[in-house]
């Protein structure tokens, strides 16, 4: 399908909901509650002992337990105002595809990429960028669009690119991270996926027949990942929450299986230009893992279910920008989600191309 594909009736629609939104787009994307403009974002950061207010310890989620969580999700900002009418604007000089819907509101969350002109005719490299995997990530769509917007045409004559900029676009309406089924997306990253976000991505980039050489997912790791994310997933999987620090900065992980570090370090490089790099913890590590080298750990994508693995790209990247930092404004961190994309385009350009 392409953009036209969202028929009248669905704008309508999905304009009506943004004036339902429960919260204004500045609001939703204020420093430190930028997760969450809900009141989970006043919830203090539990304990090991205390309870997710959902579930009994111990216990995995059920049918019931999931469908009380889902009940407590609400709209906080306009998927369609903030994403959909950008993504509408770069027509003129991009082809844009609507390769899918979610089942859970097909008119409202359609899901969109943004591609070069002839992608997979001109013999160019071919690269990957997605954001909001996590939809309440909200630099890694904003900084998408953004790159889309001020520096994609300088790489034009270089790559073929697709930029899938909200992968998870129900997730971005009511921050959350995990989809309506209380999945998270960018754990399902598999075969037979858990997760329609998921599932969908995979199969249009299957259906285009490219080998990608670069792959980058945008995220953020949030205060709300401590405080309320990783709470409700132990909750979820009837396990101990064990709580850990939150790194104050940017930061890269890469594939244990194919870690690139030059490639990771070039994106460092490219960053500390514009924000400042996570430092480790008191033990060497970035959220409970190892730093190889500044600002940069290592997962094994693929195994995990990763975004940044399902592509088998030669250079793969996830990069973590820090959105509740003091030292740093909305305008940064979508900054530096377009710099981690040049430093990488540039690495690559010189190392492949």
């Given at each position: 399908w392409t953009l036209c594909a969202l028929t009248w009736a669905a704008r309508r629609r999905l304009a009506r909901a943004s004036s339902a939104a429960a919260c204004t787009p500045l609001a939703a994307r204020s420093r430190g509650a930028r997760a969450f403009c809900s009141a989970t974002?006043?919830?203090?950061?539990?304990?090991?002992?205390?309870?997710?207010?959902?579930?009994?310890?111990?216990?995995?989620?059920?049918?019931?337990?999931?469908?009380?969580?889902l009940a407590q999700t609400s709209v906080k900002r306009s998927y369609f105002e903030e994403v959909v009418r950008k993504i509408e604007l770069l027509k003129t000089n991009y082809e844009v595809i609507q390769y899918g819907a979610l089942s859970h509101d097909p008119e409202r969350y359609p899901l969109f990429a943004v591609?070069?002109?002839?992608?997979?005719?001109?013999?160019?490299?071919?690269?990957?960028?997605?954001?909001g995997v996590h939809g309440y990530e909200t630099s890694g769509v904003q900084g998408a669009l953004?790159?889309?917007?001020?520096?994609?045409?300088?790489?034009?004559?270089?790559?073929?690119?697709?930029?899938?900029?909200?992968?998870?676009?129900w997730g971005y309406e009511t921050i959350n991270r995990w989809n309506p089924h209380a999945v998270d997306p960018n754990r399902s990253f598999v075969p037979d996926s858990p997760?329609?976000?998921?599932?969908?991505?995979?199969?249009?980039?299957?259906?285009?027949?490219?080998?990608f050489l670069g792959h980058i997912d945008l995220?953020?790791?949030?205060?709300?990942?401590?405080?309320?994310?990783?709470?409700?997933?132990?909750?979820?999987?009837?396990?101990e929450f064990k709580p850990d620090s939150v790194p104050d900065g940017f930061y890269t992980v890469g594939d244990t299986e194919n870690p690139q570090?030059?490639?990771?370090?070039?994106?460092i490089r490219s960053v500390r230009e514009v924000t400042h790099i996570a430092p480790p913890d008191a033990d060497g590590n970035i959220i409970g893992t190892p730093i190889t080298q500044e600002g940069v750990i290592n997962y094994p994508m693929k195994s995990l279910g990763l975004c940044g693995g399902f592509t088998d790209a030669r250079y793969t990247t996830t990069t973590e920008v820090y959105p509740d930092s003091p030292k740093v404004s909305n305008e940064d961190c979508n900054a530096a989600q377009?710099?981690?994309l040049t430093g990488a385009l540039n690495f690559i350009k010189q190392a492949a191309c």
């Open positions: 974002s006043a919830r203090p950061a539990r304990s090991a002992m205390s309870a997710y207010p959902i579930g009994r310890p111990g216990d995995k989620w059920g049918p019931e337990e999931r469908a009380a969580w591609k070069t002109n002839n992608f997979g005719k001109t013999g160019k490299p071919a690269i990957l960028v997605t954001g953004l790159f889309l917007q001020t520096k994609a045409k300088s790489y034009v004559d270089t790559f073929d690119f697709i930029v899938a900029p909200c992968v998870s676009p997760s329609e976000e998921a599932a969908a991505l995979m199969n249009f980039v299957s259906s285009l027949r490219v080998q995220h953020e790791t949030t205060d709300t990942d401590e405080s309320e994310f990783r709470p409700a997933l132990a909750a979820r999987d009837g396990e570090e030059a490639f990771q370090a070039a994106i377009v710099a981690a």
